[in-house]
């Protein structure tokens, strides 16, 4: 590990690891083991990559909120700490083949991820727009970088500390009006992505999110990070986040039944759709 | 290799079929294989266990389907999968080509249903050894699992090891949470099981403090894990005690090669990785690499001479029985 | 003090008796209670419960006596004591003498033991409530421990209820190796407990990969530490569903304020502290203020309000009955 | 946590501990949580005290080899990291009133317990000499602060790159000889300390031994740290290494039946003893 720093409410920590700095494309995500050797934290934990670069054959940035014991040890780091991380992982953004205009709407520290994204959209000469969002002004991540990378930067807050007072989602329909948008891209807590997804929908807009479900492994073997998205084929399966995604159409998320096996999903108790199989 | 330059011969046995090496996946902790086919070669341990397989496909359980504990993970998943007929058609077949020894595991509310899934199963190409996941609920018996009950466990046992042909072995899994798990066991082995696999996850449950409500949405769930080694290590000598004739697949809280060694000296001949590949998707591999370097070290030159070892009272050497000179 | 400067009754009971707070040790876990007073007032806790007190003195098992395992410890300590008499002489008066409420746990060989010893115990001043451990081998019936047959436990309760005065509560308490730990408590229940304690020690087994034996003397032990919380939290939400009127302890891996409220969600009106007594001398009291403290942040003002509360359906309230427009 | 430093095969660690340096005395040792917040070890780590300093309120020093994970992770402090420390616990040495000549017996890193004492001897006029013994040089600690302490300062490894090729009870009876000694004060390993009894016993002069089991609580509490030891009354009992020793006169102590229940302790089972009762 290379540095490590605060950012308003959030820790970024810098990490060499080529392997990952090269494969990497935007949206991806890496897991890490917390806790150091014989740690009773038996599950690795899902971090966002904000950012790449070529320095020592490759760094990888990340942006960690604290909200357990894991992400409370990951803050506690020094440099020159070693990390023991898999990636990259999960499927990535698709991009756009001509230069549309695409407005990006981060939650929380989801923002981190976009960066990345812009990066790459701005070299296929797209026109970028940011919204981000988050509670307070210093849950607001990367204001500065989106203001410099973006054409626009609108910020939101539901305190009113920074920018307008509300969410993204009330933001949206304005900034997707003002700057033509062609496609959204969002990241960052999932009441967030359903707001953004249904402003989407009515937009007639297609939306790219990033979703966030606990997941214990990360590699699409434990089963635990599943929510329900609708198919090409119209069935509605319990995918799972860390393997079909973290990447999804926002329409084909049924963001209203996460938390639920839908009774219309495939393998849905009571054999309901058990017509499906094969 | 050992200090001494001679290397060790990690094979064994599930009854008569031979695995080149004791390390296997535990069910339903290595998805479909291929997943970890970016990670190492499947082939490389000693067998794969597919996650149990169900007659239809299953949605499984709603989310959070996990939490952790100290030194151990809860998970109330819910046997997910796409039912034994895409399994059959998809995932077998990847795992043949490669040649990777398959462990299927079966997983059914009824002694009909398991005995179905077995038919499904007989003659299949590439079917190691069938698993018997006895941690289902019994539907004719108002959900209460089979495992909890040795005759009902046998029962599932025997109608599926009538079904499957003679050269696959079939592997009863156990669930720790019984009054004596040795009655259980023998009632398997009586049942015709040819190899026990133990354990399953015991019954753990947690509950969110800030939300006062339990952790899992399925209320409780199966505890993984290191937490839960030592009930398994119990579990594994008391009934290589009873039974020491009957192949033992050591499971739970498996990390490193040194809690795989732990079961093997216990009484296990094979070991299988479950939680450990969520933390590290090399375990198993390092696992058998740590294995077998710590067999080198104490002069064991087979694997076979370890299994159980720790029974015999200190001192009794390490002499192969053919070279004893009772 | 809760933010709106309430301050919370931590008052709990076991039927009748009264308790300031729900927080007591361990059986086994606290010595004699001199032994902790250094550190603090055991007078400040809810109760402290003794090792179970024997009839005759008993040295207890061979070292090794413990091991260490992934957030457990294993242990073969073998009941050691002086025997009823030196307790009854030296041990309980010092308690008595010094106001600390005292569960006294006792351990017997067969129906006729544990009731000698309640014999002793009636009418002794100082006694709050008699705990019969239950995990203790049954010499009639070849060394079964009693915990793990519903029947014998209810003999033993049964004969110890008989002979202990009405007003001091006798508390059954139960292991988790059983395979429905419901009908072993409704058991007890219906032989004459007053209350539950759960959970004992599930067995374990840990080996020693160096000496390649068992780790502990007595070859397997008892499990305890945070790594066995998920399955005591599991018993006590199971039985207080099943027998919501019963009062519950709960105890098994309790180490932080959190555990022990996860404990009174899951439906235990007390909560016993064992092995997280072995790492802070000051566990006990550090939790009891911690749940203090996470109470009042709920706003709950009464410790009677959370017990089992994980058990009603969110959104159903915090009312009391009496308040309920039912 | 002030400073750790390595010396020889040990890692010896001082810590800002004012009310453990106060109430130390020689014998005395103290608990340490291993492993952290959350830590997967449940219990503490027994670690002699090997000095106390006045600086900064009363410092304390440890001398710690690595045995598993609990030492590896007391190894692997750095300076300014926080301990959290029970103590001082047990029963130390009993001191003589009278300026006696004091042999004083170490085995691998239980000599470090015996400079305190040497100490308080020394400013009672005894006479002090040092027998310091290990398997090897590297191992062998405190050898020049005991030359510098001691009369004289015996030093034995057994593979003889130190010293006298041998045992510390190898020495002894010459030591004993020249000296004169009146008595014997020894800690190290429980061969050592049984080696170093039967030499007292043999020239018939008292033996102190700070005797090591494996211990959960060290407070008395767990029950799992015993041996047997003949009391005043001539019975065996299983009594705590922690709360009734580590301090044993030597004699007592039941060295060839550590590790098992004696038919004649009280409370052996098939209750031989119940006649003890009471
Ligand atoms: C694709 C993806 C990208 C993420 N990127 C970031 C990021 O860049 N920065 C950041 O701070 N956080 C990120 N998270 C969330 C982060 O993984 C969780 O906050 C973290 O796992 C919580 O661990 P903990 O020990 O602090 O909390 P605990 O709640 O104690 O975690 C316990 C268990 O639940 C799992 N878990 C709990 N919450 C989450 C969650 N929200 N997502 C996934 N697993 C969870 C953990 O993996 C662990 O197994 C991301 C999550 C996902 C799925
Ligand atoms: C009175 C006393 C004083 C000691 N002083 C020192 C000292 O100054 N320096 C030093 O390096 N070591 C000392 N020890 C030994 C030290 O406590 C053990 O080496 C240490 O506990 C091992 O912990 P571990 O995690 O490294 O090893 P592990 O073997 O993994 O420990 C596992 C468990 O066994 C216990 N245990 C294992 N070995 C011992 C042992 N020898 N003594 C006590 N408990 C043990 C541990 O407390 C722990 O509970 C002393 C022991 C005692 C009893
Ligand atoms: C997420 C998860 C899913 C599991 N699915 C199955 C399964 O489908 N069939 C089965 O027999 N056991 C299943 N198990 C149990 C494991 O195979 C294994 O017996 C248990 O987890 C103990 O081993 P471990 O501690 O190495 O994980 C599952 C365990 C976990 C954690
Ligand atoms: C060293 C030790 C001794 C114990 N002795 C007794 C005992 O005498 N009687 C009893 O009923 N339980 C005994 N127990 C069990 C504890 O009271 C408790 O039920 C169990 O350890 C789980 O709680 P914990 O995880 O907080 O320790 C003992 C436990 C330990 C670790
Ligand atoms: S986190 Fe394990 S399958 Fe997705
Ligand atoms: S270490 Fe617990 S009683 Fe001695």
Same mark, same amino acid.
């Not at chain 2, 996946?25 to 070669?41: K, M, Q, V, W």
């Given at each position: 590990?290379?540095?490590?720093?605060?950012?308003?409410?959030?820790?970024?920590?810098?990490?060499? *690891?080529?392997?990952?700095? #090269?494969?990497?494309?935007? @949206?991806?995500?890496?897991? !890490? /083991?917390?806790?150091? &050797? =014989?740690?009773?934290?038996?599950?690795?934990?899902?971090?966002?990559?904000?950012?790449?670069?070529?320095?020592?054959?490759?760094?990888?940035?990340?942006?960690?909120?604290?909200?357990?014991?894991?992400?409370?040890?990951?803050?506690?780091?020094?440099?020159?700490?070693?990390?023991?991380?898999?990636?990259?992982?999960?499927?990535?953004?698709?991009?756009?083949?001509?230069?549309?205009?695409?407005?990006?709407?981060?939650?929380?520290?989801?923002?981190?991820?976009?960066?990345?994204?812009?990066?790459?959209?701005?070299?296929?000469?797209?026109?970028?727009?940011?919204?981000?969002?988050?509670?307070?002004?210093?849950?607001?991540?990367?204001?500065?970088?989106?203001?410099?990378?973006?054409?626009? *930067?609108?910020?939101?807050? #539901?305190?009113?500390?920074? @920018?307008?007072?509300?969410? !993204? /989602?009330?933001?949206? &329909? =304005?900034?997707?009006?003002?700057?033509?948008?062609?496609?959204?891209?969002?990241?960052?807590?999932?009441?967030?992505?359903?707001?953004?997804?249904?402003?989407?929908?009515?937009?007639?807009?297609?939306?790219?999110?990033?979703?966030?479900?606990?997941?214990?492994?990360?590699?699409?073997?434990?089963?635990?990070?599943?929510?329900?998205?609708?198919?090409?084929?119209?069935?509605?399966?319990?995918?799972?986040?860390?393997?079909?995604?973290?990447?999804?159409?926002?329409?084909?998320?049924?963001?209203?039944?996460?938390?639920?096996?839908?009774?219309?999903?495939?393998?849905?108790?009571?054999?309901?759709?058990?017509?499906?199989?094969? | 290799?050992?200090?001494?330059?001679?290397?060790?011969?990690?094979?064994?046995?599930?009854?008569?079929?031979?695995?080149?090496?004791?390390?296997?996946?535990?069910?339903?902790?290595?998805?479909?294989?291929?997943?970890?086919?970016?990670?190492?070669?499947?082939?490389?341990?000693?067998?794969?266990?597919?996650?149990?397989?169900?007659?239809?496909?299953?949605?499984?359980?709603?989310?959070?389907?996990?939490?952790?504990?100290?030194?151990?993970?809860?998970?109330?998943?819910?046997?997910?999968?796409?039912?034994?007929?895409?399994?059959?058609?998809?995932?077998?077949?990847?795992?043949?080509?490669?040649?990777?020894?398959?462990?299927?595991?079966?997983?059914?509310?009824?002694?009909?249903?398991?005995?179905?899934?077995?038919?499904?199963?007989?003659?299949?190409?590439?079917?190691?050894?069938?698993?018997?996941?006895?941690?289902?609920?019994?539907?004719?018996?108002?959900?209460?699992?089979?495992?909890?009950?040795?005759?009902?466990?046998?029962?599932?046992?025997?109608?599926?090891?009538?079904?499957?042909?003679?050269?696959?072995?079939?592997?009863?899994?156990?669930?720790?949470?019984?009054?004596?798990?040795?009655?259980?066991?023998?009632?398997?082995?009586?049942?015709?099981?040819?190899?026990?696999?133990?354990?399953?996850?015991?019954?753990?449950?947690?509950?969110?403090?800030?939300?006062?409500?339990?952790?899992?949405?399925?209320?409780?769930?199966?505890?993984?894990?290191?937490?839960?080694?030592?009930?398994?290590?119990?579990?594994?000598?008391?009934?290589?005690?009873?039974?020491?004739?009957?192949?033992?697949?050591?499971?739970?809280?498996?990390?490193?090669?040194?809690?795989?060694?732990?079961?093997?000296?216990?009484?296990?001949?094979?070991?299988?990785?479950?939680?450990?590949?969520?933390?590290?998707?090399?375990?198993?591999?390092?696992?058998?690499?740590?294995?077998?370097?710590?067999?080198?070290?104490?002069?064991?030159?087979?694997?076979?001479?370890?299994?159980?070892?720790?029974?015999?009272?200190?001192?009794?050497?390490?002499?192969?029985?053919?070279?004893?000179?009772?």
């Amino acid at each position: 590990m290379l540095t490590t720093r605060r950012v308003d409410a959030y820790h970024a920590l810098t990490v060499v *690891a080529p392997g990952i700095a #090269e494969r990497y494309r935007p @949206g991806h995500f890496v897991s !890490v /083991a917390v806790g150091g &050797p =014989g740690t009773p934290m038996v599950t690795r934990r899902a971090l966002a990559v904000h950012d790449v670069k070529p320095d020592y054959g490759g760094t990888v940035d990340f942006v960690i909120a604290v909200s357990g014991p894991g992400t409370a040890w990951l803050a506690d780091r020094r440099a020159r700490d070693t990390l023991d991380l898999v990636g990259p992982l999960g499927r990535a953004f698709p991009l756009p083949r001509d230069p549309v205009n695409c407005v990006l709407v981060g939650g929380e520290y989801g923002s981190a991820t976009l960066f990345g994204l812009a990066d790459v959209l701005l070299r296929r000469h797209c026109r970028v727009d940011f919204v981000l969002g988050a509670a307070s002004a210093d849950r607001v991540f990367g204001a500065l970088r989106a203001r410099r990378m973006g054409e626009t *930067a609108t910020l939101t807050t #539901e305190d009113g500390s920074l @920018g307008l007072r509300g969410r !993204v /989602a009330d933001v949206l &329909p =304005g900034v997707i009006a003002d700057v033509r948008a062609d496609v959204i891209y969002a990241c960052g807590p999932m009441g967030m992505l359903r707001g953004v997804t249904a402003v989407g929908i009515e937009f007639d807009i297609p939306v790219q999110v990033a979703v966030e479900e606990a997941m214990a492994c990360g590699i699409g073997v434990c089963m635990t990070c599943v929510l329900p998205v609708i198919g090409d084929d119209g069935v509605t399966r319990m995918v799972r986040a860390c393997a079909e995604g973290p990447v999804f159409r926002g329409e084909r998320v049924r963001f209203d039944d996460i938390g639920t096996i839908p009774f219309d999903a495939l393998g849905a108790p009571g054999g309901g759709s058990a017509r499906n199989v094969t | 290799m050992s200090p001494d330059g001679r290397s060790v011969d990690m094979s064994t046995y599930i009854t008569h079929v031979e695995l080149a090496n004791p390390v296997i996946t535990a069910a339903g902790c290595a998805g479909t294989g291929r997943e970890l086919a970016p990670f190492f070669d499947l082939g490389r341990l000693g067998a794969h266990t597919t996650r149990s397989i169900t007659m239809a496909p299953r949605a499984g359980r709603p989310t959070p389907r996990m939490t952790e504990t100290p030194s151990g993970l809860l998970n109330a998943v819910g046997l997910p999968g796409p039912g034994i007929e895409v399994f059959l058609d998809r995932e077998l077949p990847w795992l043949a080509q490669r040649s990777i020894r398959t462990i299927v595991s079966i997983g059914g509310g009824s002694v009909a249903e398991y005995t179905a899934l077995a038919r499904r199963l007989a003659g299949a190409p590439g079917v190691t050894a069938v698993e018997v996941n006895l941690a289902c609920p019994n539907i004719e018996d108002r959900g209460r699992v089979f495992a909890r009950d040795g005759a009902a466990s046998a029962e599932v046992v025997a109608s599926v090891r009538t079904v499957i042909p003679d050269d696959v072995p079939v592997v009863a899994k156990l669930s720790p949470d019984v009054t004596d798990i040795v009655t259980v066991a023998a009632a398997c082995a009586q049942g015709g099981a040819d190899a026990l696999s133990m354990i399953n996850n015991p019954l753990g449950m947690s509950i969110d403090t800030d939300t006062m409500r339990p952790a899992l949405a399925a209320v409780s769930g199966g505890l993984s894990g290191p937490a839960v080694r030592p009930l398994a290590v119990r579990c594994v000598w008391q009934v290589y005690n009873a039974l020491p004739l009957v192949p033992i697949i050591g499971v739970g809280g498996v990390t490193t090669g040194r809690d795989a060694l732990e079961m093997i000296l216990a009484g296990a001949c094979a070991v299988a990785v479950g939680t450990a590949l969520f933390h590290d998707p090399l375990a198993a591999v390092r696992i058998l690499k740590e294995l077998e370097e710590l067999l080198a070290a104490r002069g064991i030159h087979r694997l076979a001479d370890a299994v159980g070892r720790a029974h015999r009272p200190p001192g009794s050497g390490s002499r192969h029985l053919e070279e004893s000179s009772l």
